[in-house]
Structures are given as structure tokens and as C-alpha cells.
């Protein structure tokens, strides 16, 4: 990897921030300093859209689709073939076990598979118009655009945003998250060798209040695409607006899995469990909510309970089901809603172990079922961002709409159910992005447009929506009387 504080990759090179400033590292597993990035802000941010502006309006664009297209699918080669080095180096940084780091990986080599074959499939369109007008639309690449990204997956939402960025034409700059972005470092490398030019991928690391804020507010950029907080979100899209740049925005989310009383509750209970522990709950489509059936609640909170009772937290190394949190921060957090739940006298159904090899600094939190809770309380309605779940019965098919769209956000649902017409009431009423019946996907599935309505953010990424985000189309009219 670069140099410790070498962090900072504009117009093809490395360097330090003004002034050398850095920013410690934590290993969420131990809790201990492990690297530090470099520390960049307005003036890093500036030279980054400087030469982002410069390879659009040169190089990359002057690069024919089919070309663009090869050089993210080479990149989509590389990045498989340092798979484990990338894995080691993102459960390392984010505490995530072993095995989802792997996965991680292997979805982040696909996103450029899956954008660099897209990026010649990418056709325009003719409209008939008055007699002797030939009308073409053609897609266009908005330009600059900025990309300010979290810690929970760093190395796949690269890919998920840089890959289609790219593909559709446009130049980017990078804002990591300033709590792990390391395997973000390692891929702009093989992003370098691979041979994308100088300018077309830019990074600058350093603090969302610095750098983030420096690239939200800019006056020369297109389009602006977000992952994080509800909170920052708000301030993303102000910012933006004063100078009229759109944005995508996925913002996370309080997603519900509807258990019915048809339910096949043997291949449900798994996939129930792995939503809320998957990334020790830190994934916006997080399964943090499970709404049952009341004629089979008791029943089925016992069998879900015995599952939680056996999952087991530790250092990312041991590869177990759950991982720490992020950060100190993020485990008070989580704690702080156990905390007042307990106060509000709501039952703690289950909890999974703590695993002996979990050193004592490390962000732990043990992945905990509470039930039945009232939607009205924050436990219900808030996102807790941890491996947090709670249940909460329903009579019917309404009471179900009712509660599962009864939060401010509207980011994912899975519904259980053998009833092939409810799934499809169920798909249709459930205002969220994704629905998925008798299965669930937090934070997988490439091809498939992902984004939330109210909360949970606005515009779709993943699959050809994002293309079609990362363009827009322009019209044009030509006479030929
Ligand atoms: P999370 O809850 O995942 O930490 P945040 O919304 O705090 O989400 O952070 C997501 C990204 O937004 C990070 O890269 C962070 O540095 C950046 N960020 C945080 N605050 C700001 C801000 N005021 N302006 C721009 N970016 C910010």
C-alpha cells in the first residue's frame, strides 16, 4: 500500500495533505492505532475537481465507450486476482469477519465486470416529430461527479458508484470515509496500474466536516452521489443545491421482514438472522425489523430466539457470525438504545455470545432480539446501525402495510409468505425500493436498482438505473426539409 500519509491520489499521483496533517486508524477488533491516512481538505479538493474537470473534458472524453468499457473490466480482473490481499486489508480495517470481506471483494471485481460491459450498451434513442425533423436522444455523461462514501463497505460502494460513474463517461473524485477506506487506497493503486488515465479517478481522504463538506458545496461539479447518514444527507443535498447540482442520496433505512402465518418458517428464520447480523448490522438494508403474524408470534420469536442465543461476536480474524462495530462511537451508540430500552421495560428475547479471543479494547456489541416493542418507540422507528433486531406482531395483511411503512424511511422489505397473490399485494403496497419475497438481499445483488423512498435517500444506484443517473439525456433536433 502507499505510504502511511501518502493518501491523496490527484491526477494520477499520490501525496500528503497541506501541511502532512493526518488522521489516526483505528482496528475495530482491538480498538488500537494501525495506520493513519492523510488529512485533506478545500485546497486537496479543489486540485482533485481541477483535474477531474480536465481528464473529462480531455482524455476521458475522448475515449470511446467500448474502450472505457475494457479498461473497468481489466480493473474487475485485477481486483480478483488480489482478492485476498484486498479481504486481509478490508476486515482488517472495518472489523467485518474474514468471509464477508471475501464476499465483498468478489462483489466489488463484478461491479466493474458487470459496468464495464454495460458501458457500450448504453443506446440513445429516435422520436418520431413533425414531418421533416429527425429527432435523437442521446445519453450523456453529467461530468465531474463527486462520490462521498461510508465505512460499512468501502470497497464495494468503490465499485458500486466509481464502476457505473465511469462507465457512463463521467470523472470522479473520491471522498472516503475517514474511518476506513484502506482497501478504497489499495484498489485506486490497481485502478493506476490498470491504466485508467490520469485525472479520471481522483481521492481525497480526510474528515466529512473538510473534505466532504469542500466537495459537497463545490461550484464545479455535476452530480453528486451520497451513502451515509440520514443527517449528513440533509446537509449533502443544501449544500449542493446552492449551486444546483443534483443528487443521488441512500441514506439507510429501518426495513421490515413480514413474517405471514403461511409462512415457510424453516427457510425464513436463517435469512431473518443473517439480514441483522450481516456487517454486525452496519448495512443501511439491514433486516432490523421483524413483523409477525400474531397467531404465530410466540412461537415463531422462540425459534428465532434460539438462533440469536447462537450467534457469536469476535475479532474479524475469528471469522464468526458478527464482527465489532466501527468504532467506539458507534458502540456507544448501539448501547445507548439497549440502555434506554431496558429502561422502557422492553423485554430482551435473545442475545448471542461474546467470543473469549475478543480483546477487551475492541468495539464489541452482542447481536440482541427485544420484543414485542411498540412501533411507536425509537427502537421501531429509528436506525440503530448494530446487530439490533426487534419484533413486533400484526393481525392482518393492512395491519402489516400499516407498521412496515409506518417509519420515516422506505429503503428494502422482505415478505414470508406461500400465498402467491398476497406477495404480490404485498410488493405492490409496500412503499420501499426493494421487495423481496420468501428471501432477502442487504447489500447484494449488482444488477438490481437499489434506493430508498422518504429518509432512505432518493435516485437508484446499482444495475442500469445508475447508468442512467450517472447521464442525462440530451435531445436533439435536426431539419432536413
Ligand atoms: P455514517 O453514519 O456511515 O458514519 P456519515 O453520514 O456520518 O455516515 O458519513 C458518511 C460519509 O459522509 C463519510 O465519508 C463522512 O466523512 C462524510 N461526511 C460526514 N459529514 C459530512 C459533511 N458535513 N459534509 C460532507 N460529508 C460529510
Redesign the pocket.
Known sequence: MCADVNTIYINGKWSAAQGAATIPVNEPSTGEVFAHISRGGKPEIDAAVKAARAAFEGVWGSTAAVDRGRLLSRLGLKIAEHAEELAQIEARDTGKALKLARSDIAATARYFEYYGGAADKLHGDTIPFLEGYQVMIVREPRGVAGH?????YPAQMFGRTIAAALAAGNTAVL?????ACLSILRLTELAHETGIPAGVLNVVTG???EA??A??SHDDIDFLS????P???T??QK?AADNHVPCVLELGGKSPQIVFEDADVEKALPVIVSAIIQNTGQTCSAGSRVLVQRSIYEEFIAALAKRINAVQAGPHGADLDCGPVISAVQRDRVQGFLDRAQADGIQVVAQGKLDSRAPAGGYYVRPTLLGPVDIAHELAQDEV?GPVLVAIPFDDENDAVRIANGTDFGLIAGVWSENGARQIRMAKKLRVGQVYINGYGAGGGIELPFGGFKRSGHGREKGFEALKEYTVAKTIVINHK
Open positions: 462521498i462514501i461510508p465505512w460499512n471522498k472516503p470515509a475517514e474511518e474528515y466529512g466536516e466532504g463538506a466537495l459537497s451520497f451513502t451515509g447518514s443527517e449528513v444527507g446537509l449533502i449544500a446501525f
